[in-house]
């Protein structure tokens, strides 16, 4: 049996939080056994914003680290660099052809990211979500695991999908989103109304993967909590329930044990039990990307963008003939 396809990505920019692991690259390796995976480190996404040249490259490599270090297996999935293959860029260049403005405008993320500025805000940082779409497209993809902030970027991508078919007939695969119910939206430790976001200039609202012990117990001791004192889920008390989603998820205790096993108890108890679960998560992650090198890496680069490529021309080919370019 032919399995289904997956495709997901993440960017290099600053360092990756609890929030990308447990919204999105922790279903990526849970689901890459089910599908035929492939996964991308979006360089080309990172450069929307300004970026350091020197750091972005070291960046996208311990991005690869990540990946591997979190579980993806090279051996069952690909892994490989966006710019690596350029069909990337081309299917960008075709799909903000049949792209409206008025679709794009409609975009939550660029208003965030633009801080109200459209003025000042760069082209590419608005035409994101078409470079998304290609990256989806180009591989006939069924299934996109990602969090709640991409998808409405998700549902774009469907609808342009669904109009190069519909004016150029059968092309392209519709993907679903996999959002999971339970962590797809990881919040702030110092504002439970924002996503923890690699962007965000406040470090101490993200506990990265890379933090050490110490780092992780002080951000939880100073994370924001809601009036009251009880520890249960309760959406109108969103700082707590963002602490016990993080629990629950690492610790695999269900909510009502989770609640049962925190009753009676103060705050200070239940953030520095809460850094001791997420200490020992990450202390063997942290060895794992200790384990690979600059040259085991490229290796796995290399031939994942290799294989990507073939998937990826064979779309785009397809698509130039389609549209009249060949
Ligand atoms: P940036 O602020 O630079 O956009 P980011 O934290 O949003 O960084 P991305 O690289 O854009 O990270 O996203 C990688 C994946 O992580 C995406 O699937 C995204 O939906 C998911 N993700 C990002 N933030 C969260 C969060 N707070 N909770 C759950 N999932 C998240
Ligand atoms: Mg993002």
Same mark, same amino acid.
């Given at each position: 049996?032919?399995?289904?396809?997956?495709?997901?990505?993440?960017?290099?920019?600053?360092?990756?939080?609890?929030?990308?692991?447990?919204?999105?690259?922790?279903?990526?390796?849970?689901?890459?056994?089910?599908?035929?995976?492939?996964?991308?480190?979006?360089?080309?996404?990172?450069?929307?914003?300004?970026?350091?040249?020197?750091?972005?490259?070291?960046?996208?490599?311990?991005?690869?680290?990540?990946?591997? &270090?979190?579980?993806?297996?090279?051996?069952?999935?690909? #892994?490989? %660099?966006?710019? !690596?293959?350029?069909? /990337?860029? =081309? $299917? @960008?260049?075709?799909?903000?052809?049949?792209?409206?403005?008025?679709?794009?405008?409609?975009?939550?993320?660029?208003?965030?990211?633009?801080?109200?500025?459209?003025?000042?805000?760069?082209?590419?940082?608005?035409?994101?979500?078409?470079?998304?779409? &290609?990256?989806?497209?180009?591989?006939?993809?069924?299934? #996109?695991? %990602?969090?709640? !902030?991409?998808?409405? /970027?998700? =549902? $774009? @991508?469907?609808?342009?999908?669904?109009?190069?078919?519909?004016?150029?007939?059968?092309?392209?695969?519709?993907?679903?989103?996999?959002?999971?119910?339970?962590?797809?939206?990881?919040?702030?430790?110092?504002?439970?109304?924002?996503?923890?976001?690699?962007?965000?200039?406040?470090?101490?609202?993200?506990?990265?993967?890379?933090?050490?012990? !110490?780092?992780?117990?002080?951000?939880?001791?100073?994370?924001?909590?809601?009036?009251?004192?009880?520890?249960?889920?309760?959406?109108?008390?969103?700082?707590?329930?963002?602490?016990?989603?993080?629990?629950?998820?690492?610790?695999?205790?269900?909510?009502?044990?989770?609640?049962?096993?925190?009753?009676?108890?103060?705050?200070?108890?239940?953030?520095?039990?809460?850094?001791?679960?997420?200490?020992?998560?990450?202390?063997?992650?942290?060895?794992?990307?200790?384990?690979?090198?600059?040259?085991?890496?490229?290796?796995?680069?290399?031939?994942?963008?290799?294989?990507?490529?073939?998937?990826?021309?064979?779309?785009?080919?397809?698509?130039?003939?389609?549209?009249?370019?060949?």
């Amino acid at each position: 049996m032919v399995k289904q396809r997956i495709f997901s990505g993440a960017q290099p920019t600053g360092q990756l939080h609890i929030g990308n692991y447990l919204g999105a690259l922790r279903n990526w390796v849970a689901l890459q056994d089910e599908y035929e995976s492939f996964y991308c480190i979006v360089n080309l996404h990172a450069i929307t914003l300004p970026q350091d040249p020197k750091i972005l490259r070291q960046k996208t490599l311990d991005l690869a680290r990540i990946y591997l &270090a979190a579980g993806i297996d090279p051996a069952r999935s690909t #892994v490989f %660099i966006q710019s !690596d293959v350029s069909e /990337h860029a =081309e $299917l @960008t260049w075709v799909l903000s052809c049949t792209s409206r403005m008025g679709e794009l405008e409609r975009m939550t993320q660029f208003k965030d990211k633009a801080k109200g500025s459209s003025e000042r805000a760069g082209v590419g940082l608005f035409t994101y979500p078409v470079l998304m779409a &290609a990256d989806i497209l180009l591989y006939q993809t069924d299934l #996109v695991p %990602i969090g709640k !902030d991409q998808k409405q /970027h998700l =549902e $774009l @991508t469907r609808d342009l999908a669904e109009r190069f078919n519909r004016d150029f007939g059968e092309t392209f695969k519709i993907p679903d989103p996999y959002i999971p119910p339970v962590g797809a939206n990881i919040k702030s430790l110092q504002d439970p109304t924002k996503k923890m976001s690699k962007s965000d200039e406040n470090v101490t609202g993200s506990i990265f993967l890379l933090d050490d012990a !110490d780092t992780v117990t002080k951000k939880l001791k100073r994370a924001v909590t809601d009036s009251g004192t009880d520890i249960r889920f309760d959406d109108s008390r969103p700082a707590i329930t963002n602490l016990l989603t993080i629990y629950h998820l690492l610790t695999g205790k269900s909510n009502e044990e989770c609640e049962e096993h925190f009753e009676g108890k103060g705050y200070g108890q239940f953030k520095s039990e809460l850094a001791e679960v997420v200490v020992e998560f990450l202390r063997p992650f942290q060895e794992r990307v200790k384990e690979y090198d600059d040259d085991a890496l490229k290796s796995v680069l290399t031939a994942g963008a290799e294989k990507a490529r073939s998937i990826a021309r064979s779309t785009l080919n397809n698509v130039y003939s389609k549209m009249g370019i060949r």
